[in-house]
């Protein structure tokens, strides 16, 4: 059972349109480490940043889905100069938990009835 769950996960990942990246997932990677190291550890970047300076800039992307909503994002940075990681960074953002789609609230509102 344990490996089916596991089987479901990865073929879920999969079929999302990237790897699964987590806190720490993206902790894992060491500062150092090789542009194949990274592909090989969290899949492709959801964004590559080219800098002015010739680096790039991987950006990964966890969302975090409450009911059929997205209540938050984390987006982590992976600064690669050389083929090599030289820094990382995260940023973090929340919707405000009292907004609302009023597009979404005109076309469910009869949903049910």
Known sequence: MK???WLALCALSCSSGGSLVTM???YDIPVGASTSEVI??????YA???K???AVEYEYI?????GNRYTEERHFFLLIKD???VSKRTKQSSSVPYTFDSY???TTQGEGS
């Open 104 to 106: 979404d609230m005109q």
């Open 40 to 45: 090989a550890t969290a899949g492709e970047p």
């Open 62 to 66: 966890e969302r975090f889905k409450v």
């Open 24 to 26: 720490q997932s993206f």
């Open 83 to 85: 083929g090599k990681v």
């Open 48 to 50: 590559i940043h080219k």
């Open 3 to 5: 490996k089916f769950c």
């Open 52 to 54: 002015d300076d010739g």
